[in-house]
C-alpha cells in the first residue's frame, strides 16, 4: 500500500462515518506565540477543544503537515528519526468516547490496513496515585468487547500512557496500538512501551476527559473528547514491509537521487549512509517550510529552515555532490508529494529561488570560514597548543555560519582538539540573553481578562463597520477596570485590531446626552470583539441606549493606507517576483508599513518603479470591491492570503480593478475606488530581518507633506551649493570623486579588503563583525563605511585588526542602531578591555587599541554581546 493509498483511506474511512474531512492547517501555527511550528495533528484544533471556537463539526478527519526539531541530530544516525512527518487523526468534540475510538480503530486496523490481530497489542494507563487514578477499566473493557484479549493489553505508567498539554489545562488517559513485528526484530520477553524494535507503535488515542488546575488536581470535563494521531511514515514502514522509514516510497527516491549525484551506495557505509538520509528528510522539510511561507534567517521558524537547509548542504559536499542540488532534491519532492499537497506546485518557483539563494551564500561562508579557522590552526601550532579554544569555535560558528561539527573534523585532520565543553558554555550564554531578550510567549493579561468578560457576557457583538460608521446600539455589559471601562456593545461600527490594521478611533455616548466615553482600543477576540473606555462624562451602564462613532478622518486614511498596502504588495510581486510574501504589517491613519520576503535591499530603481507602478493604480480610479465566497473559490481566483492565518469555508476577498491588479483574503476595511487614495510615496526600504525587507510610506494629505518637506530640503542643498535643485546630485557625485582622488594622495593606493560576511540580525539590527589584516590602522574606517554602505540598514560594523603584540578595534553605527540604543563608544570600551587597552569616541564611531592580539576572537565576542545588551534594553 502506497503513502498516498495510507493517507485516502484513512480519510475515506473516517468520512462514511460522520467524519468531516478538513486540508492540513500550514506549518505556521495560527495566533499562537507559544510554538514556532505545528507539531502535532490536533495542534490545529485546540480552539474546539479548549471551547474558545464552535468546531464545523463534532467529528473531524484530518492529515496534518507536522515539524519537530528536538531530535534533529539524530536525523540520519537512526533509522526512524525524521522532522518532517504527516499525522493521520479522527477527532471528537462531544460526540462519541472510548467504546467508539475504540471499535472504529480496531476495524481500521483489520479490515482496512489488514493486520493479523494476533499482531496487534493494546496500552493503556495504569493509573497513578498523585492524580487519585486507577487504571482505565472503561478502556480496558472497550478493548476487550472488539476481541483483544487480556493478554495482550499492557498497563503502562503516568509517563507513557496519559496525556497533557502542560502542567494544567485538559488532559487524560490514552491508549496505543502496537504492531508485533515478530522475533526477526527482537526478544521473546520484549513487549509494547519497552525499548526494542519489535513492537512498533502505530495509533495513539488520547481520551481527553479532565481538566487539571490546580496542577495535580483533576475535575471531569462536561464535554469528553477524541484525539488520535497515526503517522503515516511509520505506517508506510508496515504496509511496504521496508526495515526502515528511509526505505519507503516517499524516501527511497530522494535516497536514489542523492546516490545518483554523490556516486555513493546507500547502505554501503555509515557517513554516506547518514548524509543520504538528512538529504531526504530535510529535502522534505525546507520544501513544506518555504511552501507555508518560512524563508531562512536567523530568528524563530527562519532559523529552523536555515539550520536544516545548511544541514542538507553540509552532508551533500561531504559525499561529493556538485553545488545546486537542493532544487533538484525539491523536484522530487514535489513530484512525490505535489498531488497531496498543491502548494508545492503553487510554490516552486519561490521554493527553487531561496534553497539557490542560499546553497550559494553558504557555500561562500564554508570557504570564509575555511580560511578563518586554518588561520586559527596555524597559530594553535605556533603556539604548541593542543586545539582550538572555544571563543574561536563559537566565533566561527556565531559570526560566519560555520557549523561547530566541522570545526572539530577539521581541527582534528590537524591533531588538534577543540574545547566542547566551553563551546557549549558560550552557547547557553547566547540562549540566556536570548530569552531575556526576546520573552516568548508572556501572557496578555488584558486580553485574558477581556476574554473572560466577553464569556461571561453571554452574547456576541455584531459588527457593522463595513457599513457604517455610527451605529446606534445598545450596551450589553460593562466591566470596570483601573479607572477604563471593558463594553460589550449589542451592535459596533468600531473597527478590532487585526490582519495589520490598527482599531478604530471615536467615542461612545448615550442617547440624549449626558454620558459619553472614549473608545481606547478595541480588542478582537476571534469573531467577537470588547471595547476598552475612558470616560469622559456621566457613566455609562448596562442595558443603556448609545450611540457609537467612529472617528471619521481617521478612518478614512487608515482605508487610504490599507488599501494602498494591497496594491504596494501586487507591485512589489510585479518588479521583483512570485517569491514577495507578505511577512508583516502595520495600517495606521499615520502610515502603512510592508514587510515582505526578499533577500536583498532594492536598488533605487526598485523603488521608483514600485512607487510609479502604485501611483499608476491609484490615478487610473480602479473600482475597490469586497466580496463574500468560498475559500476554494478564492484560491482559484488566485487571491492571496496571509501565512500563518486560519481561515473559515467563507471568506472575505477584497479585489482591485475587478482582481485584475490584486485580489486578497482580508478582514479590513477599504477605499471604494483607488483615487480616494489621492497619493503615494514610499518613505523608507530597509532591513526588517534576514531575507525580509520593510517599505514605509505614506498616502493622502500626509504623502502631500512628504513631498513638500523633500522639496524644501532639496531647495535648501541646492541654495547651500549656489546651483539649481536638479543639478544638486551630478554636483554631489563631482565631489566625491574629487575626495576619493584626494585620498589617494596621487600615489597608488594599497587594495584593502573590503569583504564582509553575511550580517547577522540582532533585534532588527544588521550586526557585521570582522577580523581584517590591515597594514595601516586607519583603513579600518574605510572598510567599516564600505560595509555601512552596502548593508544600506540600521547596522553595527565591528573590525578588530591583530599585529605583532597589539590590536586595533573599530565600531562604526548607524543613525537608525543609535536610535535603537547602540553607542559605538560603550562597545568598543567593552571590547577593549579584553584585549588590555581601551579607547573610545562618539556615538556613531568609536577606536581603540590592546596588546593582546590572541584574545581579539574574545573582544568580538564581547563586542556581540554589548550590542545585543543595548538592543534588549
Given at each position: 500500500?502506497?503513502?498516498?493509498?495510507?493517507?485516502?483511506?484513512?480519510?475515506?474511512?473516517?468520512?462514511?462515518?460522520?467524519?468531516?474531512?478538513?486540508?492540513?492547517?500550514?506549518?505556521?501555527?495560527?495566533?499562537?506565540?507559544?510554538?514556532?511550528?505545528?507539531?502535532?495533528?490536533?495542534?490545529?484544533?485546540?480552539?474546539?477543544?479548549?471551547?474558545?471556537?464552535?468546531?464545523?463539526?463534532?467529528?473531524?478527519?484530518?492529515?496534518?503537515?507536522?515539524?519537530?526539531?528536538?531530535?534533529?541530530?539524530?536525523?540520519?544516525?537512526?533509522?526512524?528519526?525524521?522532522?518532517?512527518?504527516?499525522?493521520?487523526?479522527?477527532?471528537?468534540?462531544?460526540?462519541?468516547?472510548?467504546?467508539?475510538?475504540?471499535?472504529?480503530?480496531?476495524?481500521?486496523?483489520?479490515e482496512e490496513l489488514g493486520f493479523d490481530e494476533a499482531r496487534v497489542w493494546i496500552t493503556v494507563f495504569e493509573g497513578d496515585d498523585e492524580l487519585g487514578l486507577g487504571p482505565d477499566e472503561e478502556a480496558i473493557e472497550a478493548w476487550k468487547s472488539v476481541g483483544v484479549p487480556s493478554d495482550r493489553i499492557v498497563l503502562l505508567p503516568r509517563s507513557e500512557n496519559f496525556w497533557q498539554a502542560g502542567a494544567t489545562g485538559p488532559c487524560g488517559p490514552c491508549s496505543e496500538l502496537y504492531y508485533d513485528r515478530g522475533l526477526d526484530f527482537g526478544k521473546e520477553d520484549d513487549l509494547p512501551g519497552g525499548d526494542n524494535e519489535r513492537f512498533l507503535e502505530y495509533w495513539n488515542l488520547v481520551f481527553m476527559q479532565y481538566d487539571q488546575e490546580p496542577e495535580g488536581v483533576l475535575t471531569p470535563l462536561p464535554a469528553k473528547n477524541i484525539d488520535t494521531g497515526l503517522g503515516l511514515e511509520r505506517q508506510a514502514v508496515l504496509q511496504q514491509g521496508t526495515d526502515s522509514i528511509f526505505e519507503t516510497d516517499n524516501?527511497?527516491?530522494?535516497?536514489?537521487?542523492?546516490?545518483?549525484?554523490?556516486?555513493?551506495?546507500?547502505?554501503?557505509?555509515?557517513?554516506?549512509?547518514?548524509?543520504?538520509?538528512?538529504?531526504?528528510?530535510?529535502?522534505?522539510?525546507?520544501?513544506?517550510?518555504?511552501?507555508?511561507?518560512?524563508?531562512?534567517?536567523?530568528?524563530?521558524?527562519?532559523?529552523v529552515l536555515r539550520r536544516i537547509m545548511r544541514r542538507a548542504i553540509l552532508q551533500g559536499r561531504r559525499i561529493g555532490i556538485e553545488p545546486g542540488f537542493l532544487p533538484r532534491y525539491a523536484a522530487v519532492v514535489r513530484e512525490l508529494m505535489a498531488s497531496a499537497y498543491p502548494e508545492l506546485a503553487e510554490q516552486a518557483e519561490t521554493i527553487d529561488m531561496w534553497l539557490a539563494?542560499?546553497?550559494?551564500?553558504?557555500?561562500?561562508?564554508?570557504?570564509?570560514?575555511?580560511?578563518?579557522?586554518?588561520?586559527?590552526?596555524?597559530?594553535?601550532?605556533?603556539?604548541?597548543?593542543?586545539?582550538?579554544?572555544?571563543?574561536?569555535?563559537?566565533?566561527?560558528?556565531?559570526?560566519?555560519?560555520?557549523?561547530?561539527d566541522l570545526t572539530v573534523e577539521l581541527a582534528a585532520e590537524q591533531g588538534l582538539g577543540v574545547d566542547s565543553a566551553g563551546f557549549e558554555n558560550l552557547m547557553e550564554d547566547q540562549r540566556t540573553r536570548a530569552r531575556a531578550s526576546v520573552g516568548r510567549g508572556g501572557r496578555d493579561e488584558q486580553r485574558e481578562r477581556a476574554q473572560a468578560f466577553a464569556a461571561s457576557a453571554g452574547f456576541g457583538t455584531e459588527f457593522t463597520g463595513y457599513e457604517t460608521v455610527e451605529q446606534a446600539t445598545a450596551v450589553g455589559a460593562i466591566s470596570h477596570e483601573n479607572g477604563k471601562l471593558l463594553a460589550k456593545l449589542v451592535e459596533s461600527p468600531f473597527y478590532a485590531t487585526g490582519g495589520g490594521q490598527v482599531h478604530d478611533q471615536g467615542v461612545v455616548e448615550c442617547e440624549g446626552g449626558g454620558c459619553s466615553a472614549r473608545v481606547k482600543d478595541v480588542l478582537r477576540l476571534d469573531d467577537d470583539q470588547v471595547l476598552v473606555l475612558e470616560p469622559i462624562d456621566g457613566e455609562i451602564r448596562p442595558d443603556q441606549r448609545v450611540v457609537a462613532k467612529v472617528d471619521r478622518g481617521a478612518r478614512r486614511a487608515t482605508e487610504c493606507n490599507h488599501t494602498a498596502t494591497h496594491l504596494l504588495h501586487a507591485a512589489l510581486r510585479e518588479r521583483l517576483g512570485s517569491h514577495v510574501r507578505q511577512a508583516g504589517s502595520y495600517v495606521g491613519p499615520d502610515k502603512l508599513r510592508f514587510?515582505?520576503?526578499?533577500?536583498?535591499?532594492?536598488?533605487?530603481?526598485?523603488?521608483?518603479?514600485?512607487?510609479?507602478?502604485?501611483?499608476?493604480?491609484?490615478?487610473?480610479?480602479?473600482?475597490?470591491?469586497?466580496?463574500?465566497?468560498?475559500?476554494?473559490?478564492?484560491?482559484?481566483?488566485g487571491a492571496m492570503a496571509l501565512f500563518g492565518e486560519k481561515y473559515g469555508d467563507v471568506v472575505r476577498m477584497v479585489e482591485v480593478g475587478d482582481g485584475r491588479w490584486s485580489r486578497e483574503l482580508c478582514g479590513g476595511t477599504h477605499v471604494r475606488a483607488t483615487a480616494e487614495i489621492g497619493a503615494f510615496k514610499i518613505t523608507t526600504e530597509t532591513s526588517s530581518a534576514a531575507n525580509v525587507r520593510r517599505i514605509e510610506a505614506t498616502t493622502g494629505p500626509v504623502a502631500i507633506g512628504d513631498l513638500r518637506e523633500s522639496d524644501r530640503v532639496l531647495a535648501d542643498a541646492a541654495k547651500v551649493l549656489r546651483t539649481q535643485p536638479h543639478q544638486v546630485a551630478a554636483i554631489a557625485a563631482e565631489r566625491e570623486a574629487k575626495r576619493r582622488e584626494l585620498e589617494k594622495g596621487g600615489a597608488k593606493?594599497?587594495?584593502?579588503?573590503?569583504?564582509?560576511?553575511?550580517?547577522?540580525?540582532?533585534g532588527g539590527v544588521m550586526v557585521v563583525i570582522e577580523t581584517k589584516h590591515v597594514s595601516n590602522p586607519k583603513d579600518l574606517a574605510q572598510i567599516s563605511d564600505h560595509i555601512k554602505g552596502q548593508v544600506k540598514a540600521p547596522s553595527v560594523v565591528v573590525l578588530g585588526a591583530p599585529g605583532d603584540g597589539k590590536v586595533n578595534l573599530l565600531v562604526a553605527a548607524t543613525p537608525g542602531a543609535i536610535e535603537r540604543g547602540v553607542k559605538a563608544g560603550d562597545v568598543v570600551r567593552a571590547a577593549a578591555q579584553v584585549v588590555g587597552g581601551g579607547g573610545g569616541g562618539r556615538d556613531n564611531?568609536?577606536?581603540?587599541?590592546?596588546?593582546?592580539?590572541?584574545?581579539?576572537?574574545e573582544a568580538l565576542d564581547t563586542a556581540r554581546a554589548e550590542i545585543e545588551r543595548a538592543l534588549a534594553g
Amino acid at each position: 500500500m502506497t503513502s498516498d493509498e495510507i493517507r485516502e483511506r484513512y480519510q475515506r474511512f473516517f468520512e462514511a462515518r460522520d467524519h468531516l474531512r478538513r486540508p492540513s492547517a500550514p506549518l505556521i501555527p495560527r495566533n499562537d506565540p507559544s510554538t514556532l511550528l505545528i507539531s502535532a495533528g490536533m495542534h490545529p484544533l485546540k480552539p474546539y477543544f479548549t471551547r474558545r471556537e464552535p468546531p464545523p463539526a463534532d467529528r473531524l478527519t484530518t492529515c496534518q503537515k507536522c515539524f519537530r526539531t528536538p531530535d534533529i541530530d539524530e536525523v540520519g544516525i537512526t533509522k526512524r528519526h525524521i522532522t518532517f512527518f504527516e499525522m493521520l487523526g479522527n477527532f471528537s468534540f462531544g460526540d462519541y468516547f472510548k467504546q467508539g475510538a475504540v471499535e472504529m480503530a480496531w476495524q481500521f486496523s483489520l479490515e482496512e490496513l489488514g493486520f493479523d490481530e494476533a499482531r496487534v497489542w493494546i496500552t493503556v494507563f495504569e493509573g497513578d496515585d498523585e492524580l487519585g487514578l486507577g487504571p482505565d477499566e472503561e478502556a480496558i473493557e472497550a478493548w476487550k468487547s472488539v476481541g483483544v484479549p487480556s493478554d495482550r493489553i499492557v498497563l503502562l505508567p503516568r509517563s507513557e500512557n496519559f496525556w497533557q498539554a502542560g502542567a494544567t489545562g485538559p488532559c487524560g488517559p490514552c491508549s496505543e496500538l502496537y504492531y508485533d513485528r515478530g522475533l526477526d526484530f527482537g526478544k521473546e520477553d520484549d513487549l509494547p512501551g519497552g525499548d526494542n524494535e519489535r513492537f512498533l507503535e502505530y495509533w495513539n488515542l488520547v481520551f481527553m476527559q479532565y481538566d487539571q488546575e490546580p496542577e495535580g488536581v483533576l475535575t471531569p470535563l462536561p464535554a469528553k473528547n477524541i484525539d488520535t494521531g497515526l503517522g503515516l511514515e511509520r505506517q508506510a514502514v508496515l504496509q511496504q514491509g521496508t526495515d526502515s522509514i528511509f526505505e519507503t516510497d516517499n524516501f527511497l527516491p530522494l535516497i536514489e537521487l542523492g546516490e545518483q549525484l554523490s556516486g555513493r551506495g546507500y547502505q554501503q557505509d555509515a557517513d554516506a549512509d547518514r548524509a543520504l538520509r538528512i538529504l531526504a528528510d530535510h529535502s522534505r522539510g525546507m520544501s513544506f517550510l518555504i511552501a507555508d511561507g518560512v524563508v531562512p534567517s536567523n530568528e524563530d521558524r527562519g532559523y529552523v529552515l536555515r539550520r536544516i537547509m545548511r544541514r542538507a548542504i553540509l552532508q551533500g559536499r561531504r559525499i561529493g555532490i556538485e553545488p545546486g542540488f537542493l532544487p533538484r532534491y525539491a523536484a522530487v519532492v514535489r513530484e512525490l508529494m505535489a498531488s497531496a499537497y498543491p502548494e508545492l506546485a503553487e510554490q516552486a518557483e519561490t521554493i527553487d529561488m531561496w534553497l539557490a539563494r542560499e546553497e550559494e551564500a553558504f557555500g561562500q561562508t564554508l570557504e570564509q570560514g575555511t580560511r578563518i579557522l586554518d588561520d586559527h590552526i596555524k597559530r594553535a601550532k605556533d603556539r604548541g597548543a593542543e586545539g582550538i579554544g572555544a571563543a574561536e569555535a563559537f566565533q566561527l560558528h556565531d559570526t560566519y555560519g560555520f557549523p561547530f561539527d566541522l570545526t572539530v573534523e577539521l581541527a582534528a585532520e590537524q591533531g588538534l582538539g577543540v574545547d566542547s565543553a566551553g563551546f557549549e558554555n558560550l552557547m547557553e550564554d547566547q540562549r540566556t540573553r536570548a530569552r531575556a531578550s526576546v520573552g516568548r510567549g508572556g501572557r496578555d493579561e488584558q486580553r485574558e481578562r477581556a476574554q473572560a468578560f466577553a464569556a461571561s457576557a453571554g452574547f456576541g457583538t455584531e459588527f457593522t463597520g463595513y457599513e457604517t460608521v455610527e451605529q446606534a446600539t445598545a450596551v450589553g455589559a460593562i466591566s470596570h477596570e483601573n479607572g477604563k471601562l471593558l463594553a460589550k456593545l449589542v451592535e459596533s461600527p468600531f473597527y478590532a485590531t487585526g490582519g495589520g490594521q490598527v482599531h478604530d478611533q471615536g467615542v461612545v455616548e448615550c442617547e440624549g446626552g449626558g454620558c459619553s466615553a472614549r473608545v481606547k482600543d478595541v480588542l478582537r477576540l476571534d469573531d467577537d470583539q470588547v471595547l476598552v473606555l475612558e470616560p469622559i462624562d456621566g457613566e455609562i451602564r448596562p442595558d443603556q441606549r448609545v450611540v457609537a462613532k467612529v472617528d471619521r478622518g481617521a478612518r478614512r486614511a487608515t482605508e487610504c493606507n490599507h488599501t494602498a498596502t494591497h496594491l504596494l504588495h501586487a507591485a512589489l510581486r510585479e518588479r521583483l517576483g512570485s517569491h514577495v510574501r507578505q511577512a508583516g504589517s502595520y495600517v495606521g491613519p499615520d502610515k502603512l508599513r510592508f514587510d515582505f520576503t526578499h533577500g536583498a535591499p532594492l536598488s533605487v530603481e526598485d523603488v521608483r518603479a514600485v512607487e510609479d507602478r502604485v501611483n499608476e493604480w491609484v490615478l487610473s480610479n480602479q473600482p475597490v470591491r469586497a466580496l463574500t465566497t468560498t475559500l476554494d473559490e478564492a484560491r482559484n481566483l488566485g487571491a492571496m492570503a496571509l501565512f500563518g492565518e486560519k481561515y473559515g469555508d467563507v471568506v472575505r476577498m477584497v479585489e482591485v480593478g475587478d482582481g485584475r491588479w490584486s485580489r486578497e483574503l482580508c478582514g479590513g476595511t477599504h477605499v471604494r475606488a483607488t483615487a480616494e487614495i489621492g497619493a503615494f510615496k514610499i518613505t523608507t526600504e530597509t532591513s526588517s530581518a534576514a531575507n525580509v525587507r520593510r517599505i514605509e510610506a505614506t498616502t493622502g494629505p500626509v504623502a502631500i507633506g512628504d513631498l513638500r518637506e523633500s522639496d524644501r530640503v532639496l531647495a535648501d542643498a541646492a541654495k547651500v551649493l549656489r546651483t539649481q535643485p536638479h543639478q544638486v546630485a551630478a554636483i554631489a557625485a563631482e565631489r566625491e570623486a574629487k575626495r576619493r582622488e584626494l585620498e589617494k594622495g596621487g600615489a597608488k593606493a594599497e587594495k584593502i579588503d573590503v569583504s564582509f560576511s553575511e550580517p547577522k540580525d540582532i533585534g532588527g539590527v544588521m550586526v557585521v563583525i570582522e577580523t581584517k589584516h590591515v597594514s595601516n590602522p586607519k583603513d579600518l574606517a574605510q572598510i567599516s563605511d564600505h560595509i555601512k554602505g552596502q548593508v544600506k540598514a540600521p547596522s553595527v560594523v565591528v573590525l578588530g585588526a591583530p599585529g605583532d603584540g597589539k590590536v586595533n578595534l573599530l565600531v562604526a553605527a548607524t543613525p537608525g542602531a543609535i536610535e535603537r540604543g547602540v553607542k559605538a563608544g560603550d562597545v568598543v570600551r567593552a571590547a577593549a578591555q579584553v584585549v588590555g587597552g581601551g579607547g573610545g569616541g562618539r556615538d556613531n564611531m568609536a577606536q581603540a587599541g590592546g596588546r593582546d592580539p590572541d584574545k581579539l576572537p574574545e573582544a568580538l565576542d564581547t563586542a556581540r554581546a554589548e550590542i545585543e545588551r543595548a538592543l534588549a534594553g
